[in-house]
């Protein structure tokens, strides 16, 4: 009975260790739009998981995968590209059916030691990524705030939200609903880089968006789906 036991478990392990396999292999051999449509299919929870990071495991959650999942990521393929023309720095990645923007030292809109003001280049950016979020309205935007492990812990998390709340307002005044956004600080409990190196810092003082479909763009997706 035991041996039987031990049997069972080894193959119930060896069958979930080819599912995880076969869904990262899937994902990462598929071309964007595609992994758009197959998502869902894959396990959004599983992959998530997998992939790690806060706004990566909540674009894929919310992924709803099949035909409507695939137009949607087709509108996001074409929403990303735009970001990562007019801000070249930035590192935008299609995640799921969404989209993560990574703003750091490399993009121009970062921000300096124990700041959360946004300087005169953070701004000439933000207002090139605020007309596409403005071009592409049926979308929620969430900004995730970080801060490096400098400083006591308490302060740094709230010196992250207030720089995802600087973000939020900035997109605010060039006409991107807030109703749109979502705002979260993460203090320095999501370091990016290595925090022992003065560079690694810099780097993590960032703020990261989330572009997902909202209710709407779902809609529009399932109607054009059927």
Known sequence: MKITRRITSIFLIAAMMMVVNTSCN?????????????????????????IGGNIGGALI?????GVAGGLIGNQMDKQAKKIEEVVPGADVKRVGEGIQIIFDDKSGVNF?????DLTAGAKSNLDKV?????????????LEGHTDSTGD???NMSLSKKRADAVAAYLKAQGV?????????FGETAPRFDNSTKEGQAKNRRVEIGVAANEQMIEDAKAQAN
């Open 153 to 155: 812990d308490g302060y």
């Open 26 to 50: 899937a994902i990462k051999n598929s071309n964007k739009t595609q992994r758009g449509a197959g998502i869902g299919v894959a396990g959004g929870a599983l992959v998530g998981g997998l």
């Open 177 to 185: 609903a807030s109703r749109r956004m979502s705002v979260k600080g």
């Open 61 to 65: 959650g919310a992924a709803i995968g």
């Open 112 to 116: 300096a030691f124990n700041s959360s």
């Open 130 to 142: 605020a007309e596409i979020f403005i071009e592409f309205p049926d979308t929620d935007l969430m």
